[in-house]
T-cell receptor
């Protein structure tokens, strides 16, 4: 079946450091790829998405590029802030129509220190 | 537009009881999905409803069930609660018209504790 593997962390960075969270996937067909973020005590918020190979999703300074050749969707940000501290989930959607669901990675806890 | 809402936010139950969780999707969204989040298993898909019909189901026992109403609101029921059912239950909605490119939007979740 489909699966998502992401670095589990935790990741601890200083403010203004560069962030990379690796995500690779296994899927049949042509999934869409997502990054969601979860702040303490809250649900998941969509951070960015990409729906086809070579697409780049971006939002709030975060970026990720859909790489079909390496089956990867790594999350990057050039300069993190304390407010970016959260858990980040990589996910793929498969089975359009009646089989749609999201498959998630285990999540990566990011802590940014001032 | 208002986001996905879930009620209640917190629940405490004892083993053997049953519980019903409620979800109101974003206006215009016809699909509602439910996920279970636990520290050990992560985020796992429970089921999806679209136009009052269950279209997809994850690998959970029959104690987990759901339904969707004509206004797209959904309820999830867990019967004969077990300690392992303690989790954050997340509801998500999507328009349901764009296949795999659809985006699911999540509610804040219901934290269920089984004692």
């Amino acid at each position: 079946g489909n699966s998502v593997t992401q670095m589990e962390g935790p990741v601890t960075l200083s403010e203004e450091a560069f962030l990379t969270i690796n995500c690779t996937y296994t899927a049949t067909g042509y999934p869409s790829l997502f990054w969601y973020v979860q702040y303490p005590g809250e649900g998941l918020q969509l951070l960015l998405k990409a729906t086809k190979a070579d697409d780049k999703g971006s939002n709030k300074g975060f970026e990720a590029t859909y790489r079909k050749e390496t089956t990867s969707f790594h999350l990057e940000k050039g300069s993190v802030q304390v407010s970016d501290s959260a858990v980040y989930f990589c996910a793929l959607s498969d089975g359009g129509g009646s089989n749609y669901k999201l498959t998630f990675g285990k999540g990566t806890l990011l802590t940014v220190n001032p | 537009k208002a986001g996905v809402t879930q009620t209640p936010r917190y629940l405490i139950k004892t083993r053997g009881q049953q519980v019903t969780l409620s979800c109101s999707p974003i206006s215009g969204h016809r699909s509602v999905s439910w996920y279970q989040q636990t520290p050990g298993q992560g985020l796992q898909f429970l089921f999806e409803y679209f136009s009052e019909t269950q279209r997809n189901k994850g690998n959970f026992p029959g104690r987990f069930s759901g339904r969707q109403f004509s206004n797209s609101r959904s309820e999830m029921n867990v019967s004969t609660l077990e300690l392992g059912d303690s989790a954050l239950y997340l509801c998500a909605s999507r328009e349901g018209t764009s296949g795999v490119a659809d985006t699911q939007y999540f509610g804040p979740g219901t934290r269920l504790t089984v004692l």
